[in-house]
């Protein structure tokens, strides 16, 4: 069984970082692309960040320039620094990753049960 396990959230002053993990484990036999998505009280899902297995990045214009992915791929962890965090960027992380499990064929999209960052004014 194929689990995301994201770390890294918690409570945080205006101005301050964070860097969240999110590490899959099971019966891996490869990741593809690998996101954060965040959700807002209120808000629908929006998508972060994304990198693929061969580290191309893609980071949301709101957060361009304060926010960055990167990714081990012998770990199957994929990172979200977050610089300059603002009381708006709170939410609800998820990880979110395409992979191929060892004998079940093509990629699936699997979904990690998120962390919660909370930015304080």
């Known amino acids: 069984q194929v689990q995301l396990v994201e770390s890294g959230g918690g409570l945080v002053q205006s101005g301050g970082s964070l860097r969240l993990s999110c590490a899959a484990s099971g019966s891996i036999f490869s990741v593809d692309t690998m996101r954060w998505y965040r959700q807002a009280l209120g808000e629908q899902r929006e998508l972060v960040a994304r990198i693929t297995s061969g580290g191309i990045t893609n980071v949301s214009g709101s957060v361009k320039g304060r926010f960055s992915i990167s990714r081990d791929n012998a770990q199957n962890t994929v990172y979200l620094q977050m610089d300059s965090l603002k009381p708006e960027n709170t939410a609800v992380y998820y990880c979110?990753?395409?992979?191929?499990?060892?004998?079940?064929?093509?990629?699936?999209?699997?979904w990690g049960k998120g962390t919660l960052v909370t930015v304080s004014s």
């Open positions: 979110n990753a395409d992979l191929r499990v060892v004998g079940r064929g093509p990629s699936r999209n699997y």
